[in-house]
């Protein structure tokens, strides 16, 4: 099987194109870190193949798409790229990268999943979604606002594409570069203090974890598992053991 993953040089993305190696499935890896990519690929063998783009601009998205048409088939897709959307007071949100943050959780996987329609024909879409997307937290609301635009972009794909499987994941609290650069602030918070506390007592998740549990439902869970849930929360004892 052939899987595409976005946003493969850290976090979740390279976690999940990490597991997906490991199960001796091929992964076409997408990320702007050249670095990391090479990482990834040294540590996974043959079968991921890396490509170095910025999928904010279309020269990045082409690259993607011209190398998927080549290959042919793509059993899914993972829609893990983001952008570090540092958590900052609503009157210091600033009008341009917000619609940075808009282009890349948003326009880039609607441009994604248009572009390879025939070839994801009878694969399955999986975005990262986020509870972030409908309950505020203080002075997160620039994350808030990209996710809730995307979960809805997520769920107008799920109503409107109907050769595809399209899957929702909620990861919880992760160990992802975002969180680190909360715990690492110096600016206190009440999601700074959460994520402390969260962090102290384990209930933090490392990457790896939630890249094995969607590994299992892109490669495991069958079509009627995926037509009878909407969404996939990691941290529902009925969802993680399906």
Same mark, same amino acid.
Request: glycine share 6%; charged share 20%.
């Given at each position: ?9 850290s976090g979740i993305g390279f976690a999940v194109?990490?597991?997906? /190696? ?37 020269? !990045?998205? #082409? ?18 790229? !983001?952008?570090?959307?540092?958590? &900052? ?8 990268? #917000? ?5 890349i959780h948003v326009t880039v996987p609607i ?16 975005? +990262? ?12 609301? !620039?994350?808030? +606002?990209?996710? $809730?635009?995307?979960?809805? $972009?997520?769920? /107008? ?15 919880? $609290? ?27 007592? !384990? ?6 974890? #939630? ?5 299992? #439902?892109?490669? &495991? ?22």
């Open positions: 099987m052939l899987f595409i993953v976005t946003g493969a040089s194109a990490t597991s997906l /190696a490991t199960r001796n499935h091929d992964v076409i890896a997408v990320a702007r870190n050249a670095e990391r990519l090479e990482t990834l690929k040294s540590s996974s063998g043959d079968r991921v193949q890396i490509i170095p783009a910025d999928l904010s601009t279309e020269s !990045g998205r #082409i690259s993607v798409v011209e190398k998927a048409k080549f290959t042919g088939k793509v059993d899914g897709i993972v829609h893990a790229a !983001g952008s570090l959307i540092t958590p &900052t007071d609503y009157r210091n949100l600033n009008a341009d990268k #917000i619609v940075a943050d808009l282009n441009a994604l999943n248009n572009a390879l329609q025939n070839e994801l024909a009878g694969g399955r879409i999986l975005y +990262i979604d986020s509870f972030s997307a409908s309950s505020l937290r203080v002075g997160w609301s !620039g994350y808030s +606002i990209a996710k $809730a635009a995307a979960q809805m $972009a997520a769920r /107008a794909a799920s109503e409107e594409i109907t050769e595809s499987a399209i899957i929702r994941v909620f990861p919880g $609290a992760v160990q992802t570069p975002l969180v680190e650069s909360v715990l690492s602030s110096q600016q206190s918070s009440p999601t700074r203090d959460i994520f402390k506390k969260m962090k102290s007592n !384990g209930t933090i998740i490392e990457p790896d974890v #939630i890249g094995e549990y969607i590994a299992d #439902i892109l490669v &495991t869970a069958t079509d009627q598992q995926l037509e009878e849930r909407e969404t996939w929360d990691f941290n529902n004892p009925n969802d993680r053991a399906f």
